[in-house]
């Protein structure tokens, strides 16, 4: 405000005086109106010592705001270097670990079907049976038991504990995204914010990294799994077709199961429409899949259920 009251005052005093009622009345000088000393004279006052006071209360305000920001700057600085610095070191050694660990489920050896060595319709190589094993345990307990491990190893090497530890249900694991933490993050959300400043200790994992890291780990296993059911469809999807070639070239040499050779024959008889040979078709399909479950398992690759459902539905 660039006028205080007594200035207000005066430029009200000399509006009045230089109204054209003044100059009408051949008056000099015309008198201040009674309304103005006795009301609007006491209210303007009383309202400019009310807005002064505000003024200079919000910039009071804003001072201590200010200087709260500029020494609360040190710590949360300090703190988001930090969790920073975990984020590396974790990135790091769990990169490491998640290669070891395709390695040991021995992914790396069959990046397509076609590598897995076969007997005839039935595979025959040790290294596959290790897959399926390993990638079966994913879907069950086995899953949280590995993601555990994971986790715990990837700490280990980095140098960090978790005093909570971990149970590795997704639902549980808040998405944070897959990055550094950054001033913003303090700013946009207070309840975050208090999260994050928490633990003050730099060999105990921050709660950003916490999410960040078990989230990762829970991405890897699914993406390995999605992995190899891809794979092992693949395998069978190849094997089935070579199958029901043999079937039409030398049904008799094929070693069949009684609903598949009635199918075969089924589909062969003179008479039968387009429409029936289309159903009777996808009927030996199922019938094919079943027969390659049995003799998967019994070649000790035993592959998860959903594969083989998601097999018979196609």
């Known amino acids: ?11 009200l005093r000399q509006r009045y005086q230089s109204t054209p009622r003044a100059a009408d009345a051949g ?8 309304t ?3 009301i609007l004279l006491p209210m303007i006052l009383v309202l400019t010592a009310v807005v002064l006071t505000q003024i200079l209360d919000y910039r009071e305000a804003f001072s201590k705001l200010v200087q709260s920001d500029r020494d609360a700057q040190g710590p949360i600085k300090t703190r988001i270097f930090m969790i920073n610095y975990q984020y590396q070191k974790l990135h ?29 319709s039935v595979p025959d190589d040790e290294d596959f049976k290790v897959y399926c094993d390993s990638i079966k345990r994913l879907y069950s307990d086995g899953y949280h038991d590995e993601a555990a491990k994971i986790y715990a ?4 090497r980095a140098g960090i504990t978790d005093p909570q530890g971990a149970k590795f249900d997704r639902k549980d694991v808040v998405d944070l995204g897959n990055r550094e933490v950054s001033p913003g993050d303090f700013r946009k959300d207070a309840e975050l914010a208090m999260k994050l400043c928490v633990e003050a200790d730099p060999i105990v994992i921050s709660y950003w990294n ?3 890291i078990q989230r990762a780990i829970l991405d890897f296993l699914d993406g390995t799994k999605q992995e190899a059911a891809e794979l092992q469809e693949q395998l069978v999807f190849a094997i089935r077709q070579e199958m029901k070639q043999e079937i039409f070239d030398d049904p008799e ?7 598949a ?18 159903r009777l078709g996808r009927e030996l399909k199922r019938s094919l899949i079943l027969q390659l479950e049995t003799r998967f398992e019994d070649a000790g690759c035993d592959m998860p259920d959903i594969v083989w459902k998601q097999l018979r539905s196609k």
């Open 27 to 34: 008056l000099i000088e015309s008198t201040v109106p009674w």
């Open 92 to 120: 790091y050694h769990l990169e490491q670990v998640k290669a070891e660990k395709r390695s040991a489920y021995f992914v790396t050896r069959f990046p397509e079907a076609h590598r897995v060595r076969r007997n005839g």
């Open 253 to 259: 040499g094929m070693n069949l199961s009684d609903d």
């Open 210 to 212: 916490r999410s960040i």
């Open 153 to 156: 190893e990837t700490l280990g």
């Open 261 to 278: 050779r009635q199918l075969v024959e089924d589909i062969k008889k003179p008479g039968t429409t387009s429409q029936e040979r289309q």
């Open 1 to 11: 405000m660039n006028k205080g009251p007594a200035q207000i005052v005066a430029v």
């Open 36 to 38: 103005f000393n006795q």
